[in-house]
C-alpha cells in the first residue's frame, strides 16, 4: 500500500471507507489554503473560461470540458493537504464515501476525471424565463436568440462525474473575486497556515470578546438585568498556573472575573468527574489535570489563554451527593451565568469522539482562492478565482432551533437557560469556532451570521420587553378600577383601558416559554428548577410575580395555554405515563403540570392561540378575571416560589357555569358542551365542522392531557371558568371593517353586527371546595343587532380556587 492507502499493484481498486484528512492526522497538523497540485495548476492555466470569467462576456449556458487529473491525483492531493482544489472535488465527488465491498464503489484510479464548467447567471436566467412566458409578441424571437453573456453575479457551474455510481455529477462553484454575492469574510483567509484543531484559535476567541467587552451596550446591561443583586457561585476552580484546584472561599466581590462551561453530561453521569463530599478536600488541595475529560481540559486552556484565574465547572463546584448544596447552587444560575464574563460550550455529548468533532480541514470549510490565469503579477490581487462548494456567498442564519438537530447540547433542557443567561458564549466542538452575544452571531469563517428567534439578542428583548410591557398593564390595571360598576350601569364605553404593552410582554414570553418545555431533562424532576435562572431573572428586572411558569400581571391571558393533542402508540403511552411519576408536582392550571409528550408523529407544543386571538380584540374587553390571592404551603419564600410549585393554589374572581364532554366521532373531536347544549359548539350560525379543524363563530377547546383518545372515560362534574369576555361592533358596509365598542343598552345603527368571544379554562372538582384545570376554551360568535345572549352572561362573579 502506498502512502496514500492506494493498491498502486492495480488501477481498477476499492478505496478505503472514511480515510477522512482530519481523521488520519496528528492533533497539531496544520494547514495552507489555496495551493494547487500540478493537475489543478494545469486545469486552471489550460482553461479559456476561467481567463475570461472576469470580463463577464462568457454567455449563458455556454459550456467548456476540462480535466483535473485522476481519482489518484485528488486522492493523493486530498489526503496530504497539499492542494486546496483536490479536497474540495474528491469530498464533493464522493470520494469519502467509497466502501469496500460495494460495487457501487469501483473506481479505476488512473482513468482521466473529465469536468464540465457551464455558464450561469441564476437572477438574469429568472428574468428570461418570466418573458418568455408574459411577452407573448417575442416568443419566436426567444427561440431562436442565444442567451446574453452573465452579469457580475454569474458563475461557472464546475461539475465532476461523481465517482459513486448511482450520482450522475456534484458540483463546485468558480466566482470571479468582484461578485457581489462573495461573502468577503471567507476571503480573507491568505496562505498563511490554519491549525486543524479549532480551539486553537484563542486569538480570534480573545478578538471577539474584547470587541464585545468594548463596544456592546445590551452585553453590559445583561449581568445587570438578570442578576441585579451580584451574587458569586460558592466555589469557583482556580486554574491559574499549571495547578488547578477548587477555592471555597472566594472573596465578597461582584467584579471577580470567571468563565464558565455548558457540557452535556451523557447518558451515564458518573463517568463524569464529580464533586463529593468525601472528594472535597482533595480538591481544595489539587486536581490533576490529565484525570478530566478532554473538553474539561479545553475549557480551562480556553480560560488561561484569555487571561482568566477561574473557571464554574458544575459536576466540580457543587457537591453532587449533598442535596441542599445542590438546590442552592441550582437557584443560583441566574447569578452564575449572568455574572461569567464568558460561557464556553461544548456542543456535543461526552459519547462523542471529541477528536473526531475538534480537528478539521480548513479547505472543505473555505473557498480556494486562485489567481486568474493569463493576469500579470500586479493585477493578481484584483483579478481571482473563488472556488466553493456552497453558491456564491456564505452567510447563512443560525437558529437555537435548527441547530438542535446538528448539535446535541441545544436540546438540553439545563443548557437552555446556561445559554441565555450568560452575555457572551463561545462554542467549540464542531468544525469551526461560533461567538454569540446579545447583539450578533460571528462564525470563524463564515462572519455575522443572521439572528434568528431564540439567540441572546432576543432573550436582551424578552426582558426589557417584558419590564416595559409590564409596567404598562399595571398602569391599565389601576386605571381600570371601579370599570365593573360603570359596565353594569351601562352609563358609558365599557371597555377598559388597553395600549399595546400586554400584548408586547406576551409575544416575548410565549415563545421562550415553549422553546424551553421542548427541551429534553435526565430527570423531569428538575423540569421547575432548570428554568428557575430565568425566571429570576425576569421578575427582578420586571418587578413582577412568578406563579408557576405564568405571570401574576398577565394572568387572565397567561391561563389560555394549550399543548394540542398527538397520536402516540400503547408504548409512547408507557412511557408518557412513566415521566408524569418521575416529575415534580405543580398547579393544575401551570403547564408545567403537563409533562410533555413525544411520539413518531411529533411532541405536543406548548402554545397560546387562544389567548393570541383574544389579545387582537383586548381594547373591547368586558370582563377579565382577576387573582385575588396566590398561596404557597411552604410559605412565600422567593427561592420556593421560583421551581416547588407543589401545592399552590390561586384565587380567581371570575365566572362558572357547567358544562358536558362528547366525542363526535365523524370528525374525531372532543368537544365541550357549556350546559351540555351543543348549540354553543355549533355557534348561532348553524356553522359546520371540517375535520378536526372548526369554522369561525364556534367554541373550540384544548385538552391538557395530550395522549387522550376516543374511548377514554369523559370527566365529570366540569365547569367552565371565563378569564376573558370581549364585544365589538362592525358596520359591514364600512370597507374598513372598523370596529367599535360594545355599551351594553346603548342602540346601534341598523345593519350592524355584534360580535362577542369568550375564553377560559375548564376545570373539575378537587378536594375541598377546589377546583382542577383540564383544558382551555375559545367561544367566539357574531350576530345581526345588539343583544348578547352568552352561555356567561345570567352568571354571577365568585371566588374560584386553583390548585
Not at 456535543?348 to 493569463?374: M, W
Not at 361592533?729 to 362577542?756: F, L
Amino acid at each position: 500500500m502506498s502512502a496514500i492507502g492506494l493498491d498502486v499493484a492495480d488501477s481498477v481498486t476499492k478505496i478505503s471507507f472514511n480515510d477522512r484528512f482530519e481523521a488520519s492526522v496528528p492533533d497539531d497538523t496544520v494547514v495552507t489554503l489555496n495551493k494547487l497540485c500540478a493537475p489543478c495548476t494545469a486545469f486552471v492555466e489550460k482553461s479559456i473560461f476561467l481567463k475570461r470569467l472576469g470580463r463577464k462576456d462568457i454567455k449563458i449556458e455556454a459550456e467548456e470540458l476540462g480535466h483535473v487529473g485522476t481519482p489518484r491525483d485528488l486522492k493523493a492531493g486530498y489526503q496530504s493537504g497539499d492542494c486546496h482544489l483536490c479536497a474540495l472535488l474528491w469530498l464533493r465527488a464522493g470520494g469519502a464515501y467509497l466502501e469496500p465491498g460495494n460495487p457501487k464503489t469501483e473506481v479505476d484510479l488512473d482513468a482521466p476525471l473529465e469536468v464540465k464548467m457551464v455558464a450561469r447567471d441564476v437572477e438574469k436566467e429568472y428574468e428570461i424565463m418570466v418573458a418568455r412566458e408574459t411577452d407573448k409578441t417575442k416568443k419566436l424571437w426567444y427561440k431562436i436568440a442565444s442567451m446574453p453573456p452573465i452579469s457580475d453575479r454569474g458563475f461557472l457551474d464546475l461539475r465532476i462525474t461523481a465517482l459513486i455510481k448511482d450520482k450522475v455529477y456534484a458540483d463546485l462553484h468558480i466566482h470571479h473575486s468582484s461578485n457581489p454575492k462573495l461573502n468577503a469574510a471567507t476571503l480573507g483567509f491568505t496562505s498563511s497556515p490554519i491549525s486543524a484543531r479549532h480551539s486553537d484559535n484563542y486569538a480570534q476567541i480573545k478578538t471577539w470578546l474584547d470587541h464585545c467587552t468594548s463596544t456592546h451596550t445590551r452585553c453590559r446591561e445583561l449581568p445587570d438585568l438578570v442578576s441585579p443583586t451580584a451574587q458569586l457561585p460558592s466555589r469557583l476552580l482556580d486554574v491559574s498556573d499549571n495547578a488547578i484546584k477548587l477555592d471555597c472561599s472566594l472573596p465578597a466581590s461582584d467584579l471577580l472575573p470567571y468563565t464558565t462551561l455548558s457540557h452535556m453530561w451523557g447518558t451515564d453521569p458518573s463517568a463524569c468527574p464529580q464533586l463529593l463530599l468525601s472528594t472535597l478536600e482533595s480538591f481544595r488541595s489539587s486536581i490533576d489535570i490529565n484525570d478530566l475529560p478532554p473538553k474539561y481540559a479545553y475549557a480551562i486552556h480556553i480560560t488561561r489563554a484569555l487571561g482568566y484565574r477561574f473557571i464554574w465547572i458544575d459536576s466540580l463546584c457543587i457537591i453532587q451527593d449533598s442535596a441542599p448544596d445542590w438546590q442552592t447552587e441550582a437557584l443560583k444560575m441566574a447569578g452564575v451565568y449572568g455574572r461569567s464574563v464568558l460561557n464556553i460550550s461544548f456542543v456535543f455529548p461526552p459519547d462523542k469522539d471529541l477528536r473526531e468533532n475538534y480537528l478539521r480541514d480548513p479547505r472543505v470549510l473555505l473557498p480556494c482562492v486562485t489567481a486568474s490565469p493569463g493576469k500579470k503579477k500586479s493585477d493578481e490581487d484584483q483579478d481571482k478565482l473563488v472556488i466553493s462548494y456552497r453558491p456564491g456567498f456564505h452567510r447563512p442564519a443560525w437558529s437555537p432551533t435548527v441547530y438542535k438537530k446538528i448539535w446535541p447540547l441545544l436540546s438540553r433542557g439545563w443548557v437552555f437557560q446556561e445559554r441565555l443567561l450568560c452575555s457572551k458564549t463561545v462554542y467549540f466542538g464542531q468544525d469551526r469556532l461560533l461567538w454569540e452575544c446579545c447583539e450578533e452571531i460571528v462564525d470563524e469563517y463564515y462572519g455575522p451570521l443572521t439572528t434568528m428567534p431564540g439567540s441572546k439578542s432576543h432573550f436582551h428583548r424578552v426582558i426589557t420587553g417584558l419590564a416595559a410591557g409590564l409596567k404598562g398593564v399595571a398602569e391599565a390595571a389601576e386605571a381600570n378600577k371601579g370599570r365593573r360598576v360603570e359596565r353594569e350601569k351601562g352609563e358609558k364605553y365599557a371597555s377598559v383601558v388597553y395600549d399595546e404593552d400586554q400584548s408586547k410582554a406576551d409575544e416575548q414570553w410565549g415563545p421562550l416559554a415553549r422553546d424551553y418545555r421542548a427541551g429534553e431533562l435526565t430527570k423531569e424532576f428538575d423540569r421547575g428548577i432548570a428554568f428557575a435562572g430565568i425566571a429570576r431573572a425576569i421578575q427582578s428586572s420586571a418587578g413582577v410575580t412568578y406563579l408557576a411558569g405564568l405571570w401574576k400581571e398577565l394572568f387572565a391571558f397567561d391561563l389560555l395555554w394549550t399543548t394540542g393533542l398527538v397520536v402516540v402508540s400503547d408504548e409512547e403511552r408507557e412511557k408518557s405515563e412513566k415521566r408524569k411519576l418521575e416529575a415534580k408536582p405543580a398547579p393544575s392550571w401551570s403547564w408545567f403540570s403537563v409533562v410533555p409528550t413525544a411520539s413518531k408523529m411529533g411532541g405536543d407544543v406548548l402554545g397560546w392561540p387562544f389567548r393570541t386571538n383574544m389579545q387582537v380584540y383586548k381594547r373591547h374587553a368586558l370582563f377579565e378575571a382577576e387573582v385575588l390571592a396566590f398561596k404557597h404551603p411552604k410559605g412565600g419564600s422567593l427561592d420556593v416560589l421560583l421551581h416547588d410549585f407543589d401545592g399552590m393554589s390561586v384565587t380567581l374572581k371570575a365566572k362558572k357555569v357547567q358544562c358536558g364532554f362528547e366525542w363526535w366521532d365523524q370528525f374525531d373531536l372532543f368537544c365541550v358542551l357549556p350546559f351540555g347544549d351543543v348549540k354553543w359548539v355549533m355557534g348561532k350560525n348553524e356553522n359546520v365542522i371540517a375535520g378536526q379543524a372548526v369554522t369561525p363563530r364556534v367554541l373550540q377547546y384544548a385538552h391538557d392531557d395530550a395522549t387522550v383518545k376516543n374511548g377514554d372515560v369523559l370527566p365529570q362534574g366540569a365547569h367552565m371558568v371565563l378569564t376573558v369576555e370581549q364585544a365589538w361592533h362592525v358596520d359591514p358596509a364600512d370597507p374598513t371593517k372598523k370596529t367599535h365598542g360594545y355599551v351594553k343598552g346603548k342602540e346601534i345603527p341598523d345593519g350592524w353586527t355584534t360580535s362577542y368571544q369568550y375564553a377560559g379554562i375548564v376545570v373539575v372538582p378537587a378536594e375541598g371546595e377546589t377546583w382542577r384545570r383540564i383544558g382551555a376554551f375559545m367561544l367566539f360568535d357574531n350576530i345581526t343587532g345588539h343583544e348578547l345572549v352568552g352561555p356567561f352572561d345570567e352568571v354571577a362573579e365568585e371566588d374560584i380556587v386553583l390548585v
